[in-house]
């Protein structure tokens, strides 16, 4: 039972993550090794993160279930670090736009996979008593990969000289609410005392918002760019 319990975690962490990479074109591209490298990347930009949290914002002792906000959200500032990852990984890595933002999204995803979700399956899923939390875990790394996805996206649209310059505000403050996510989180849970199961389904729609948002101004973006080439 504990071992069916483990794959079961196991299949519904990764099997999205395969899917994606098996048929949005990546594998036809032999982008694995770029992926990697997007992972690299990723270690490389919380490494740093760690050492700015440890150094300028470290773990005070307040009051048990008092939520800091001024703490929370410096804390959460540190996060706009994963904006210049995420674009250091788009300017190294050549090809068309979808292509570099789905190896950065993608790699990006599955390297914060491994790092957060490995042990404590391995660990916990495989213990001798059945958890909803592991199950509840493996599906936040779904809703985990379509954010990095959607920050991919809007960095990639971000970075383009030919966006729009109405729609750069919208771009800004999505990247925004993609790194304030956590704090928004955080004050939910205090405020309003969110179970897991509402807390998960909070975050499902919070990332599909903008994740739909992103894809509408990656679409409109493409499909202009195209017409400015036919019409020539």
């Known amino acids: 039972m504990t071992l069916f319990h483990f794959g079961n975690c196991v299949a ?15 594998s036809e591209y032999s982008a694995f090794w770029k992926c990697v490298q997007a992972g ?9 993160k760690m050492l700015i949290l440890a150094t300028f914002f470290p773990t005070s002792d307040g009051t048990t279930g008092h939520l800091d ?7 959460s500032t540190v996060d706009l670090g994963d904006l210049v990852g995420f674009y250091f990984i788009l300017t190294s890595v050549a090809g068309k736009g979808d292509l570099r933002f ?3 999204g993608v790699g990006w995803a599955t390297a914060e996979l491994i790092v957060t979700r490995v042990l404590p399956l ?4 495989r213990g001798t008593e059945f958890d909803w939390k592991y199950i509840q875990m493996s599906l936040e790394s779904n809703v985990n990969l379509v954010q990095h996805l959607a920050t991919a996206v809007l960095v990639w649209l971000w970075s383009r000289h030919d966006l729009n310059k109405s729609l750069r ?30 807390l998960l389904l909070a975050k499902f729609f919070y990332t599909s918002c903008v994740g739909l948002v992103a894809l509408q101004l990656y679409v409109g973006l493409t499909s202009t760019t195209a017409n400015h080439f036919a019409a020539k």
């Open 69 to 75: 906000i001024i703490g929370e959200f410096m804390k």
């Open 122 to 125: 391995w660990f916990g899923a």
């Open 12 to 26: 519904l962490a990764y099997i999205p993550y395969f899917i994606t990479y098996k048929y949005s074109g990546l």
């Open 102 to 104: 789905m190896t950065a």
């Open 40 to 48: 690299a990347i990723y270690l490389f930009t919380q490494l740093c």
């Open 169 to 198: 505000p919208i771009v800004i403050i999505l990247l925004f609410l993609s790194c304030y996510k956590p704090l928004i989180v955080e004050i939910l849970i205090h405020a309003v005392g969110l179970g897991s199961w509402i």
